[in-house]
């Protein structure tokens, strides 16, 4: 089946809905049919690029009809760049879209009796919303097939995203509607500079080049963190590139550098030099004062990060006397931010740096009544740390797309605290959880909140109670 299929081309696909992870849906002879690149009403004839016995999946090669719903991509770089993919849908769809992949996934995985789904809580800025963007580096421009087809020669050093599905292809980014403040121009004013200079490009095939990596941060408090990745250690060049973007920008709060020569581009383990200002810049909430270091973890978009752990509070419903564990804690930003509504507040990291933020913060904002630990949860949070600690009267719990591990949700059934709020970025896992938490646990809310703009991803969180 799956060669016979492949390459065949379905025509006259009505695509009826999205499904998760931003696909569409068709059926062709009974089967449903996967389609990246359109929207809910497209009519089009679809090249199938999988087929399985039960699903295929597919790419558009010719619309019949577009859908109504279809608006403008603004951005030049939409549909190459995997950024943004639903900038062709309006923002209030997007949103019933995201709405209805709770729903979905809920109905499908969870199997539990679930109350209303609330409406989503949307996002007031829709662009420039992001904290942080990383651009890559790389003397292997992407080229569209017109530029190919040219034959003009082109200079080949990027400053952009990866291509999806092509690790060594870098798209040429000139403006990126992700984050605001100086962010477009210190990448291109950058990029300008490493041309004029012919600094070279990181050729990742090969792991040699100066400039590697570029990563931007930005706060609701108008501070700004930029860090170069060099891939060579060549003190003079650095120091220039250094030089060059203090001058040229003065609102840059915290400039450092790392020299990585590894395979890979995360520097985690490696030693990051401030070169001017401050190693890290500030985030504020409700007065709180959040300090994320360059290996620091915090919400990618500051504003919404705020409307999520508002709602986790209300759902929490402090009233002062309650012992509280913040699970999958990151910087312990959700366990500050609820510590003056509770008796003690204990958060749980597996990133031993992200604790050590966790506490820092704790510190500069004078909060004596938190606890914080470091280490995988599932090894964590055992017999012992029940014994050694007070029983929790609320669990937060915030965990990665994977969702928790069994063993912690098993012994989140054993701790059986009164409430948890479970904050989650990905429905399904968060439906499997739920489906095992079910023994005990009954669902009261269910927010989700939209912290990504123009892209599939949901954020949702849900008020569980112990079954009477
Ligand atoms: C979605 S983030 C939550 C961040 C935090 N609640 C916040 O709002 O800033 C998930 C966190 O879980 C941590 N994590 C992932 N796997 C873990 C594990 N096995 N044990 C403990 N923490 C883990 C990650 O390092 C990350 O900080």
Not at 40 to 49: E, Y
Not at 220 to 226: A, E, I, K, P
Not at 230 to 244: L, T
Request: net charge negative; charged share 25%; with cysteine.
């Amino acid at each position: 089946m799956s060669r016979k299929m492949k390459n065949k081309v379905v025509t006259n696909l009505t695509i009826e809905r999205i499904a998760s992870e931003g696909k569409c849906v068709g059926h062709h002879d009974g089967k449903v049919v996967f389609v990246t690149g359109v929207a809910p009403g497209d009519v089009v004839d679809v090249r199938i690029t999988k087929g399985k016995s039960s699903f295929m999946e597919g790419e558009p090669v010719h619309f019949h009809q577009y859908s109504k719903d279809r608006i403008e991509p603004f951005c030049p770089h939409f549909g190459t760049c995997g950024g943004c993919k639903w900038q062709h849908i309006n923002y209030d769809l997007q949103k019933n879209y995201k709405r209805q992949q709770v729903l979905d996934q809920f109905q499908r995985i969870a199997k539990v009796e679930i109350p209303e789904v609330l409406p989503i809580l949307g996002s007031e800025k829709t662009r420039y919303y992001r904290n942080k963007l990383d651009f890559t580096f790389s003397n292997k421009k992407w080229l569209t097939l017109e530029q190919i087809r040219s034959e003009e020669d082109f200079d080949r050093n990027a400053l952009g995203f990866h291509i999806p599905k092509m690790f060594d292809k870098i798209i040429d980014i000139d403006h990126c509607y992700l984050q605001g403040g100086i962010s477009n121009e210190v990448r291109n004013e950058l990029r300008a500079f490493a041309l004029e200079k012919n600094y070279s490009f990181y050729d990742i095939r090969n792991q040699v080049g100066l400039l590697r990596n570029l990563i931007i941060r930005t706060t609701t408090t108008n501070q700004t963190m930029v860090i170069v990745q060099f891939g060579e250690s060549d003190p003079e060049r650095i120091q220039e590139v250094m030089e060059f973007l203090k001058n040229r920008f003065p609102e840059i709060t915290s400039l450092l550098y790392v020299i990585n020569t590894k395979g890979n581009e995360t520097f985690h383990d490696l030693e990051l030099i401030t070169s001017s200002g401050l190693p890290y810049i500030e985030e504020e909430m409700e007065g709180l004062k959040f300090q994320i270091g360059p290996k620091s973890f915090y919400q990618t978009n500051s504003e919404q990060a705020y409307e999520l752990y508002k709602v986790a509070r209300d759902f929490a419903d402090l009233k002062g006397d309650e012992i509280v564990y913040d699970l999958y804690t990151g910087t312990g930003t959700i366990a500050n931010f609820l510590a003056k509504q509770a008796k003690q507040v204990i958060g749980v990291e597996y990133v031993a740096a992200a604790i050590e933020d966790a506490k820092v913060n704790s510190q500069i904002n004078g909060i004596e009544n938190t606890l914080f630990y470091a280490g995988d949860m599932k090894d964590i949070l055992n017999e012992d740390f029940i014994q050694n600690h007070a029983a929790p009267d609320v669990i937060i719990t915030d965990p990665p797309r994977a969702g928790m591990d069994e063993k912690v949700v098993q012994m989140l059934l054993r701790l059986a605290a009164p409430k948890v709020v479970y904050v989650s970025c990905n429905p399904a896992t968060q439906a499997r959880d739920l489906a095992l938490l079910g023994e005990k646990y009954q669902v009261q809310k269910v927010q989700p909140v939209d912290m990504f703009p123009q892209t599939y991803h949901v954020e949702n969180v849900v008020l569980l109670t112990l079954k009477k």
